[in-house]
Nanobody, 115 residues
Framework: QVQLVESGGGLVQPGGSLRLSCATS????????MGWYRQAPGKQRELVAA?????STNYVESVKGRFTISRVENTVYLQMNSLQPEDTAVYYC???????????WGQGTQVTVSS
């Protein structure tokens, strides 16, 4: 059974940093595209960053230069720097099985940027 467990969220002041972690288990994720999504109150869930197994990455425009996604063995990270209030959201880890076109989701972790 595929499981994704996020950690690392919290409250941070504007300009601060956080690192989110997503521990994966239950499958080989070599062929999965791993990603981080976020959902702010009253808004749709949006893709923040994604990474393929060879390490190709892409980011939503609003986080380019501030966020970095990486994967080390069975863990996916999202390093978030220069955080702004508009980054406040619940962040979700996602694993997309490209062969079955199926998404797996973590439970989400809250990130709040406020002074």
């Amino acid at each position: 059974q595929v499981q994704l467990v996020e950690s690392g969220g919290g409250l941070v002041q504007p300009g601060g940093s956080l690192r989110l972690s997503c521990a994966t288990s239950g499958s080989r994720f070599d062929s999965y595209i791993m990603g981080w999504y976020r959902q702010a109150p009253g808004k749709q869930r949006e893709l923040v960053a994604a990474i393929t197994n060879p390490g190709s990455t892409n980011y939503v425009e609003s986080v380019k230069g501030r966020f970095t996604i990486s994967r080390v063995e069975n863990t996916v990270y999202l390093q978030m720097n220069s955080l702004q209030p508009e980054d406040t959201a619940v962040y979700y880890c996602n694993a997309f099985d490209v062969y079955r076109s199926f998404n797996y989701w973590g439970q989400g972790t809250q990130v709040t940027v406020s002074s």
